[in-house]
């Protein structure tokens, strides 16, 4: 069987990637195209892998500002040619699955998300542009809007990474897809017996992960914050923050894994897709606090693994963090782990397998009745 995996872009190492190496791990002969392909990027084994990249790849700065070429990317993905290939699996986030096949091919959509700046978040987006920014987006994202639209047609069975994905799809593609949460290498992870008087926050400085929500009230109440990641809020960020919060920027993994296992609690103040920087904070026995909205919902327990606070605001936050000190002695480091080891690859690779050998299945019953007619 000849298999194609069509990933959006490979410019970082995150959950993505994550999904792409185990899928290459359950078909170890897949050919991989992607629209923008940096390879000092790649971690083992992606950066031994062949992969074949777009147009877009030999433009100008495309492995740092890959999205603002996005107007071209449907018709990237419209040249790879995949004639002879009897699965191909997009993973998508970016755009993935608008890749043209035979009709004797089978195209698996595993969904991180519906591409948020044109869906669910567009409004943010363009509230947050300047007016000329805003003048030339409106016409071009309603132009990506009908093409993602479209393009979902061309996918024969749709994989979500959440319940709270699998609901988008409903939405804006009118389809069905079954759940398969996203592979967390939680043996990556462990429990130390060192506990420090932070807390931490994990992941990229942009707007809908409400680092600012998190700076400004662990400002207020003095509390320490330890951040870990870059981004384009930074600025913003520093200049907001009281000489508590401490930036640690990007990481090597030693030490992110390290401040994992010795803070109090990981504060998760975004909405998520998913979210696995929650469940790496609980495989190494440590509790988050998290907005009660998205992808935390699936993964953190409340008054288990955790606490909910319900609404985006400093006073939620804090309130939350109250709680949390007042009931400490409530979590236990080995149940917490525990319950992040039930999101481990193996789990992901049992139920993609099963997931495509299904459709396969199908797919070929069908192709022999249309032989049959014929």
């Given at each position: 069987?000849?298999?194609?995996?069509?990933?959006?872009?490979?410019?970082?190492?995150?959950?993505?990637?994550?999904?792409?190496?185990?899928?290459?791990?359950?078909?170890?002969?897949?050919?991989?195209?992607?629209?923008?392909?940096?390879?000092?990027?790649?971690?083992?084994?992606?950066?031994?892998?062949?992969?074949?990249?777009?147009?877009?790849?030999?433009?100008?700065?495309?492995?740092?500002?890959?999205?603002?070429?996005?107007?071209?990317?449907?018709?990237?993905?419209?040249?790879?040619?995949?004639?002879?290939?009897?699965?191909?699996?997009?993973?998508?986030?970016?755009?993935?699955?608008?890749?043209?096949?035979?009709?004797?091919?089978?195209?698996?959509?595993?969904?991180?998300?519906?591409?948020?700046?044109?869906?669910?978040?567009?409004?943010?987006?363009?509230?947050?542009?300047?007016?000329?920014?805003?003048f030339f987006m409106a016409p071009l994202l309603h132009y990506l809007r009908i093409w993602d639209r479209l393009s979902a047609d061309r996918v024969d069975h749709f994989v979500a990474n959440s319940v709270n994905v699998a609901r988008r799809i409903a939405k804006?593609?009118?389809?069905?897809?079954?759940?398969?949460?996203?592979?967390?290498?939680?043996?990556?992870?462990?429990?130390?017996?060192?506990?420090?008087?932070?807390?931490?926050?994990?992941?990229?400085?942009?707007?809908?992960?409400?680092?600012?929500?998190?700076?400004?009230?662990?400002?207020?109440?003095?509390?320490?914050?330890?951040?870990?990641?870059?981004?384009?809020?930074?600025?913003?960020?520093?200049?907001?923050?009281?000489?508590?919060?401490?930036?640690?920027?990007?990481?090597?993994?030693?030490?992110?894994?390290?401040?994992?296992?010795?803070?109090?609690?990981?504060?998760?103040?975004?909405?998520?897709?998913?979210?696995?920087?929650?469940?790496?904070?609980?495989?190494?026995?440590r509790p988050v606090i998290a907005f009660g909205k998205g992808g935390a919902l699936e993964t953190v327990v409340d008054g288990k693994t955790g606490i909910f606070f319900h609404e985006q605001t400093e006073d939620a936050l804090m309130e939350a963090v109250e709680?949390?000190?007042?009931?400490?002695?409530?979590?236990?480091?080995?149940?917490?782990?525990?319950?992040?080891?039930?999101?481990?690859?193996?789990?992901?690779?049992?139920?993609?397998?099963?997931?495509?050998?299904?459709?396969?299945?199908?797919?070929?019953?069908?192709?022999?009745?249309?032989?049959?007619?014929?």
């Amino acid at each position: 069987m000849k298999i194609a995996i069509i990933h959006y872009w490979f410019v970082a190492q995150r959950g993505g990637e994550k999904v792409v190496e185990e899928l290459c791990g359950l078909y170890p002969c897949t050919d991989i195209f992607t629209l923008v392909l940096d390879r000092g990027a790649l971690s083992s084994p992606l950066d031994t892998w062949k992969i074949t990249s777009s147009f877009i790849n030999k433009l100008p700065l495309s492995k740092r500002w890959y999205k603002h070429y996005l107007p071209f990317m449907p018709l990237a993905l419209e040249q790879f040619d995949l004639r002879g290939y009897d699965l191909v699996i997009s993973s998508e986030s970016g755009p993935a699955k608008g890749v043209l096949t035979s009709p004797d091919t089978l195209h698996i959509c595993y969904c991180h998300t519906p591409m948020r700046y044109v869906w669910d978040m567009y409004h943010d987006y363009m509230s947050n542009s300047g007016r000329i920014k805003r003048f030339f987006m409106a016409p071009l994202l309603h132009y990506l809007r009908i093409w993602d639209r479209l393009s979902a047609d061309r996918v024969d069975h749709f994989v979500a990474n959440s319940v709270n994905v699998a609901r988008r799809i409903a939405k804006h593609y009118r389809r069905d897809a079954d759940v398969v949460y996203p592979p967390v290498a939680v043996d990556d992870f462990s429990v130390s017996e060192q506990q420090d008087d932070f807390y931490l926050m994990v992941g990229q400085l942009v707007g809908y992960k409400r680092a600012d929500l998190a700076v400004k009230a662990f400002t207020r109440s003095g509390k320490r914050l330890v951040i870990i990641g870059e981004g384009e809020q930074g600025r913003l960020l520093h200049e907001i923050a009281g000489n508590n919060v401490e930036f640690l920027g990007r990481q090597p993994f030693e030490v992110l894994r390290n401040h994992y296992s010795r803070c109090q609690a990981l504060i998760f103040p975004g909405e998520e897709d998913f979210g696995i920087v929650p469940l790496e904070a609980m495989a190494s026995g440590r509790p988050v606090i998290a907005f009660g909205k998205g992808g935390a919902l699936e993964t953190v327990v409340d008054g288990k693994t955790g606490i909910f606070f319900h609404e985006q605001t400093e006073d939620a936050l804090m309130e939350a963090v109250e709680r949390f000190e007042g009931m400490n002695s409530h979590f236990h480091p080995a149940e917490i782990r525990a319950h992040a080891c039930g999101f481990g690859p193996e789990r992901f690779r049992a139920e993609m397998a099963k997931i495509i050998e299904i459709q396969l299945q199908a797919h070929t019953r069908a192709m022999g009745r249309w032989d049959v007619q014929a």
